[in-house]
């Protein structure tokens, strides 16, 4: 079995409590009629020619958005993740970036800055 498709189901099945809210809102194409998909992996090779992969919480092909919620872990991998969100903008791809709180407790709010990137976003691509 591939070691990066076994890593993203192992992601899936074990979802943080904020993932779980925020997939069920957005799965069965229910912001704005998108298709995402969950602990999705993206692979980039980089300017040596290495390969390297990153793994999306969720994913929508068509405008290439990565959406990440980050709990408490993200607090000290904030490097991390801004060297990732400089690569994957590189690559063309878009990022929204949602914390657990957010999701957990302000999930109108969250769902109305999504509905917004895809009507946005929708006009630049029709």
Not at 6 to 16: K, V
Not at 28 to 49: A, M
Not at 105 to 114: D, G, T
Request: hydrophobic share 35%.
């Amino acid at each position: 079995m591939n070691p990066v498709t076994d890593l993203c189901r192992q992601l899936r099945n074990n979802q943080t409590p904020a993932e779980k809210i925020l997939w069920d809102e957005i799965r069965r194409r229910n912001i704005g009629g998108e298709k995402f998909l969950r602990q999705f992996p993206i692979f980039i090779i980089q300017g040596t020619g290495r390969k390297a992969f990153y793994i999306a919480d969720f994913y929508c092909a068509r405008y290439k958005l990565v959406i990440e919620v980050d709990g408490p872990i993200h607090l000290l991998k904030k490097e991390y993740d801004n060297n990732r969100d400089i690569v994957m903008k590189e690559w063309g791809f878009n990022i929204l970036r949602f914390t657990n709180a957010e999701v957990e407790n302000e999930l109108n709010k969250v769902i109305e800055q999504l509905d917004k990137y895809l009507s946005k976003s929708n006009n630049t691509i029709a």
